[in-house]
């Protein structure tokens, strides 16, 4: 249909008007005036429409039709707003509002720059076309509607360019995970709704560890495509669980709806470790990361954002300083753990100029004879106010305020020293950490120690952990054929523990495997197959001829069986702990070579010893108590006297945790309970309950519904009558009791 034939019914009033200047010039009335609109028409600057007073099409531009895959002539008569699809959701979610057609055209409202998506049928169905339209009713002379007359035109391209500047700002482009704009609006959304109804949201931030190296060795396109791949690995891993983001660098984010089960979040930690600290490969070359995860809860651990947020980022930094590579719930300790290791950090630095740290030596003994052979140096800190600290805790903080290169340098001077004051065929064995690896300078690091202290090389060994395979392969092997070009040996530490892989023993030239201790702990219980694997890495160490060594041997059943597993050498306690150099010369100078077995029969299973303050709730009752030690089916409490045997009791951990347990033993003060539920690990040594009380409960209960103080609880159904205690609460902390026990 031509506009000519529509159009001109309403202006031909006139016709064509002559310019007062004699010009040539196209009146209202002149034909050529509908040949410009035909024009305009087609080289589609815009299209134009009308509708009959029922709403009923009755003029459609040829080029506007044909978005339908059909000839103006097959629309005409339809309703106009059959011609859209109502999609009011996405108008929505893109925060526009107007209107919709029907109502405009019900209400004959004039349309403006309304924006509509075409029903373009199956002919285009995959491809969006999307119009703005405007149109005004008309009316006769006597005030009559007789339909609209309107235009529209394509704003498809405006409208994807629009969407695509919009993904941009809430999705990163490298991964295609949520930015942290996006993450937060969303945890912000999903807390509040969830405030109101009382639910439970998980948040999960994750930091990769030396992801750095990575990026420094085999550059920043490589880095790249890593993070990518961990991306894909998260949303395997995560699936339909949980939204994820990248918040910048090496940072991920996970917020889970409805997850406050910590078994199942501890589960879920654990399988994201162990997945992103598969290798990568990236454009041939092999890189190797690991990840450290920090989880809180709300409403336990935070209500808002910033709360919960927070929470999530003190448990991470609690991970990473636990040695990477592990998870790590909040719990409100952490707070001053983190104020803790900044103190840590500042002391360690008059640490190292002021002689606070020694060495002591740990025998590594043979299998067979008992006779040592070689002793580990393991550093030690005498804190001039905490007494001393576990290199454990000092090593990581170590790592992070790049003290370890002048700490590691000073450990390997000394050592050598010592060792070289010992009889020839005994040697010594150094820990070096992945970061001191990294450094290019280790090699004459190494070879000045040795000539200072005129240590033969071969008296010397190395101790390495699977975390400096991470990073790239050639610069590593490179850093292992200059060490061993010394003349020193190698170990490989803690195996099993990290980034394990075979087939670094095949490459690397190490001269010894230690196997670590999580393998001979528990080897001796029924169900666990630590003893397969440790059976597995003695003869393929035998095959590639390395020796091997069994580290954290404590009870003579794990000796028994190491030793009949094959074991070489032995390092643990069952001989003897690390002792300061002094004790190591007196028992040389009196030719005290071997070593005797002292140990419990068995290992028992994990206990956690403590002095630690709890409630215990029974009935409507609650008495204060110590807990004493912890595993994971029960503990032992002290501080109520006389509790009868199989009586029910709740233990108040603290922060919500409440254990529901029944006495198993009773000994005066002293009971012994097993849980009704077994707690589970909090990813560090620590254990904790799987559930909380909510604040919401407590706050049900009078409590106020702030953030949790770490404190004590009530039962929620605490306010019902009092009965008068059952049993008698002692004070463990005066005279009387003290005496008594
Ligand atoms: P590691 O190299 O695996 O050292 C063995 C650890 O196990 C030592 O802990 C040792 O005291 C402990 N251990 C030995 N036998 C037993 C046993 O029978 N039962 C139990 N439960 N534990 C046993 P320590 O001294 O606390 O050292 C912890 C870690 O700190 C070491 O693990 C090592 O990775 C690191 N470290 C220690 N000294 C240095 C050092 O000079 N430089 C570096 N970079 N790291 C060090
Ligand atoms: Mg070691
Ligand atoms: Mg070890």
Redesign the pocket.
């Given at each position: 249909m031509a506009i000519g034939n529509f159009f001109s019914k309403r202006s031909d009033k006139r016709g064509t008007e002559a310019n007062a200047l004699g010009r040539d010039v196209i009146g209202k009335a002149d034909p050529r005036r509908l040949v410009l609109l035909d024009d305009f028409e087609a080289a589609d600057l815009g299209w134009f429409w009308a509708t009959d007073s029922q709403a009923r099409l009755i003029y459609l531009s040829d080029n506007a039709a044909a978005q339908f895959g059909h000839d103006a002539e097959q629309i005409i008569g339809r309703q106009l707003s059959e011609l859209f699809i109502l999609d009011r959701n996405e108008d929505e979610q893109e925060g526009r509002v107007q209107r919709p057609l029907p109502f405009l055209l019900r209400a004959r409202n004039s349309i403006s720059d309304l924006e509509v998506r075409i029903a373009n049928g199956e002919r285009y169905d995959d491809r969006e076309v999307w119009w703005s339209i405007s149109g005004k009713p008309q009316f006769d002379d006597e005030g009559n509607f007789f339909g609209y007359r309107g235009s529209a035109k394509d704003i498809t391209a405006v409208r994807e360019s629009q969407r695509e500047t919009g993904r941009l700002a809430q999705y990163d482009s490298l991964t295609g995970l949520a930015n942290r704009h996006r993450m937060t609006k969303r945890l912000t959304s999903i807390l509040t709704a969830y405030k109101a109804a009382k639910r439970s949201c998980a948040l999960m931030m994750l930091d990769l560890d030396r992801f750095k190296q990575v990026n420094d060795t085999l550059g920043h396109p490589a880095g790249d495509e890593l993070l990518k791949q961990v991306a894909q690995r998260l949303q395997r891993i995560i699936g339909g669980t949980g939204e994820i983001g990248r918040l910048g660098g090496d940072e991920f984010q996970v917020i889970l709806p409805d997850i406050e089960d910590r078994g199942r979040l501890g589960d879920l930690a654990a399988r994201v470790i162990q997945m992103v600290s598969q290798p990568y490969s990236i454009d041939g070359a092999r890189a190797i990361i690991g990840t450290s995860v920090g989880v809180a809860v709300a409403p336990f651990d935070g209500i808002e954002t910033e709360e919960l947020v927070s929470a999530a980022d003190l448990a991470l930094y609690a991970a990473k300083g636990g040695g990477r590579g592990q998870y790590r719930f909040y719990s409100s300790e952490l707070k001053d753990g983190a104020k803790l290791r900044r103190q840590i950090e500042e002391d360690l630095r008059d640490a190292l100029s002021q002689d606070q740290l020694e060495?002591?030596y740990?025998p590594l003994i043979d299998a067979r004879s008992h006779e040592v052979k070689s002793f580990?140096?393991?550093?030690?800190w005498n804190h001039p106010e905490r007494g001393w600290v576990?290199?454990?805790d000092f090593?990581p903080i170590?790592?992070e305020a790049n003290l370890?290169s002048a700490?590691?340098e000073w450990?390997l001077k000394q050592?050598c020293k010592e060792a070289a004051s010992w009889p020839v065929d005994l040697g010594v064995a150094?820990?070096?950490?992945a970061v001191?690896f990294g450094n290019a300078d280790l090699p004459l690091v190494v070879k000045n120690a040795l000539q200072a202290s005129g240590l033969a090389p071969y008296r010397l060994e190395l101790?390495l952990?699977e975390s400096v395979f991470i990073g790239d392969p050639a610069t590593t092997k490179d850093m292992f054929q200059s060490l061993k070009r010394l003349g020193i040996k190698l170990a490989l530490?803690?195996f099993g523990t990290g980034y394990s892989s075979l087939g670094y023993l095949k490459t690397a030239p190490f001269d010894k495997i230690?196997i670590?201790?999580s393998f001979v702990?528990g080897a001796t219980e029924p169900d666990n197959n630590n003893a397969a694997i440790i059976t597995a890495i003695v003869s393929l160490a035998n095959a590639l001829g390395m020796t091997t060594v069994a580290?954290?041997?404590?009870a003579v059943d794990e000796l028994e069986l190491v030793t009949g597993l094959g074991a070489k050498l032995i390092?643990?306690?069952?001989f003897s702990?690390?002792m300061p150099q002094a004790e190591v010369l007196e028992r040389l100078d009196s030719g005290q070579l071997k070593y005797e077995a002292h140990g419990p029969a068995k290992h028992r299973a994990d206990r956690i010893s403590m002095f630690r303050r709890i409630g215990v709730i029974h009935e409507d009752h609650r008495y204060e108590a110590v807990m004493r030690n912890l595993s994971k089916t029960g503990a032992r409490i002290e501080g109520i006297l006389d509790v009868p045997l199989g009586t029910d009791l709740v233990l108040d951990l603290g922060g919500g945790q409440l254990a529901v347990c029944k006495v198993r033993r009773s000994e005066g003060p002293e009971q012994g309970v097993e849980f009704e539920v077994p707690l589970i690990s909090d990813g560090a040594d620590g254990l904790c309950t799987r559930h909380r009380i909510s604040p919401y409960m407590l706050a049900a209960a009078g409590m106020p519904l702030a953030a949790l103080p770490p404190g004590h609880y009530q039962m929620p159904h605490s306010d019902r009558s009092k009965s008068p205690p059952r049993f008698l609460q002692i004070d463990l902390t005066s005279d009387k009791a003290r005496k008594e026990r």
């Open positions: 060495l002591h740990q580990e140096c393991l550093v030690r576990s290199p454990g090593i170590a790592e370890i700490l590691g450990v050592a150094v820990n070096v950490s001191q101790e952990t530490d803690d230690k670590d201790q702990r580290e954290g041997v404590e390092q643990g306690w069952i702990k690390a």
